[in-house]
């Protein structure tokens, strides 16, 4: 492979690594006195993932990546112009969903600064309605959600229908009072959602006003293109190596063992975001009240994209356990739909607001476990050992996956 290949693309993994790292520092240094570790472990898919196990996804698609620009460089019909529109085409898209993402008014509470937030925290408590219905400060309401998160599993159930179905009767789900986070009291579901929208319509105020934003908020407007360009790279680069099979055994053979081994670990690495996501969007359905029962977060395109790339870079002597794993992600993403609740409830315990630091520390040891045990394997893929690619390597010139 080219000389280019190697040092384009390591320059571009680098700058994405530098804004991972950038943007959870600085949301450490701005709230570092301020309700830090439920920051970032309700945001753990934005400022928890990235430089963690998104470093690692990084570096074991490096060589995956080097093969697929080099393709486009040496081997792809018109594959220069065909490699400079699509990296345009994909800082576009980034850019979209970047702007797409910021344009809601569901804010959280990170993007009011520090200084906004204390003060917030010395109001009275502001009651609605002649004080039935009553909202408490930001950052006590977030406290609580933490403490208490920690001390259960299930958070679930705390999310109360704020948009029930006018053409069905009402449920006594709806009438029960049960305590309701943004309040700090036992109230019914409309209750609840009347809090929950004045609660949101509070942390909004705070992050319009330029005078009250935090400078985390600021600076993430211009990293976070850089998050979405890095997942619709490796998503494109993923699929897209599928099609040059014959183009990727005729030229790269030395190559493959790196290439299959990396994107099996980046892949294993990416199947944490959509977990960390929707822990998120507990987080947000208690303090919000749910968009949907089922919501769809751009983060699920990530499971059959892994459980693809698992199937067809499957070497020979691991066939058996790509099976496997396809059957288990099968299961697990049938469950995932049926019993989503679970499921969030799950992940935010595990790697959201629920989570303890020992988990985060455990997540932080297995992103350095999977680095080194990537490095070994391409150290020892790239030391030459062509015999033992020929007899582990099963990418096929008829076209068909190794598993069918």
């Given at each position: 492979?080219?000389l280019?290949?190697?040092r384009?693309?390591?320059a571009?993994?680098?700058?994405?690594?530098?804004?991972?790292?950038?943007s959870?520092?600085?949301?450490?240094?701005?709230?570092?006195?301020?309700?830090?570790?439920?920051?970032?472990?309700?945001?753990?898919?934005?400022?928890?993932?990235?430089?963690?196990?998104?470093?690692?996804?990084?570096?074991?698609?490096?060589?995956?990546?080097v093969?697929?620009?080099?393709?486009y460089?040496?081997?792809?019909?018109?594959?220069?112009?065909?490699?400079?529109?699509?990296?345009?085409?994909?800082?576009?898209?980034?850019?979209?969903f970047?702007?797409?993402?910021?344009?809601?008014?569901?804010?959280?509470?990170?993007?009011?600064?520090?200084?906004a937030?204390?003060?917030?925290?010395?109001?009275?408590?502001?009651?609605?309605?002649?004080?039935?219905?009553?909202?408490?400060?930001?950052?006590?309401?977030?406290?609580?959600?933490?403490?208490?998160?920690?001390?259960?599993?299930?958070?679930?159930?705390?999310?109360?229908?704020?948009?029930?179905?006018?053409?069905?009767?009402?449920?006594?789900?709806?009438?029960?009072?049960?305590?309701?986070?943004?309040?700090?009291?036992?109230?019914?579901?409309?209750?609840?959602?009347?809090?929950?929208?004045?609660?949101?319509?509070?942390v909004?105020?705070?992050?319009?006003?330029?005078?009250?934003?935090?400078?985390?908020?600021?600076?993430?407007?211009?990293?976070?293109?850089?998050?979405?360009?890095?997942?619709?790279?490796?998503?494109l680069?993923g699929?897209?190596?599928?099609?040059?099979?014959?183009?990727?055994?005729?030229?790269?053979?030395?190559?493959?063992?790196?290439?299959?081994?990396?994107?099996?670990?980046?892949?294993?690495?990416?199947?944490?975001?959509?977990?960390?996501?929707?822990?998120?969007?507990?987080?947000?359905?208690?303090?919000?009240?749910?968009?949907?029962?089922?919501?769809?977060?751009?983060?699920?395109?990530?499971?059959?994209?892994?459980l693809?790339?698992?199937?067809?870079?499957?070497?020979?002597?691991?066939?058996?356990?790509?099976?496997?794993?396809?059957?288990?992600g099968?299961?697990?993403?049938?469950?995932?739909?049926?019993?989503?609740?679970?499921?969030?409830?799950?992940?935010?315990?595990?790697?959201?607001?629920?989570?303890?630091?020992?988990?985060?520390?455990?997540?932080?040891?297995?992103?350095?476990?999977?680095?080194?045990?990537?490095?070994?394997?391409?150290?020892?893929?790239?030391?030459?050992?062509?015999?033992?690619?020929?007899?582990?390597?099963?990418?096929r010139?008829?076209?068909?996956?190794?598993?069918?």
């Open positions: 492979m080219s280019f290949s190697y384009f693309v390591a571009v993994f680098i700058v994405l690594a530098l804004t991972f790292v950038a959870t520092a600085s949301i450490v240094w701005e709230f570092r006195d301020t309700e830090l570790i439920a920051i970032l472990s309700s945001n753990s898919y934005l400022f928890v993932f990235f430089p963690t196990l998104g470093i690692v996804a990084l570096a074991a698609f490096y060589i995956p990546a093969v697929f620009t080099d393709i460089l040496n081997h792809a019909p018109f594959g220069k112009l065909r490699l400079a529109f699509g990296t345009l085409v994909a800082i576009g898209l980034a850019m979209w970047a702007d797409d993402l910021n344009n809601t008014k569901l804010r959280a509470m990170w993007e009011a600064s520090p200084a937030l204390e003060a917030n925290a010395g109001r009275p408590t502001r009651c609605l309605d002649a004080g039935k219905v009553c909202v408490k400060p930001i950052l006590p309401v977030i406290a609580d959600l933490r403490a208490k998160s920690l001390e259960r599993v299930r958070i679930s159930p705390f999310i109360r229908d704020c948009s029930p179905d006018p053409l069905m009767e009402a449920s006594s789900e709806r009438t029960a009072e049960r305590y309701c986070f943004v309040s700090g009291t036992k109230l019914d579901a409309a209750q609840c959602c009347r809090a929950k929208r004045a609660f949101a319509e509070e909004y105020s705070l992050w319009v006003n330029p005078a009250t934003r935090s400078q985390a908020a600021e600076f993430d407007r211009y990293l976070l293109p850089f998050k979405a360009f890095f997942i619709i790279v490796i998503l680069i699929v897209l190596l599928i099609t040059w099979k014959r183009t990727l055994r005729a030229h790269y053979g030395k190559h493959l063992i790196a290439m299959e081994r990396g994107l099996q670990i980046g892949a294993a690495a990416m199947l944490f975001w959509p977990v960390m996501d929707y822990a998120y969007q507990q987080t947000s359905d208690v303090l919000y009240g749910p968009a949907s029962q089922f919501p769809l977060r751009l983060s699920l395109v990530t499971v059959p994209w892994a693809l790339l698992t199937a067809y870079f499957a070497d020979k002597v691991r066939i058996e356990l790509a099976r496997i794993v396809q059957l288990v099968g299961a697990v993403s049938a469950v995932a739909v049926l019993r989503y609740q679970d499921i969030s409830d799950w992940s935010s315990k595990l790697v959201g607001l629920g989570a303890s630091e020992w988990n985060f520390a455990v997540l932080g040891a297995l992103g350095v476990s999977m680095l080194v045990l990537l490095l070994r394997w391409l150290r020892k893929s790239l030391a030459g050992q062509e015999e033992a690619l020929e007899a582990e390597t099963d990418i010139d008829d076209g068909t996956l190794p598993l069918t």
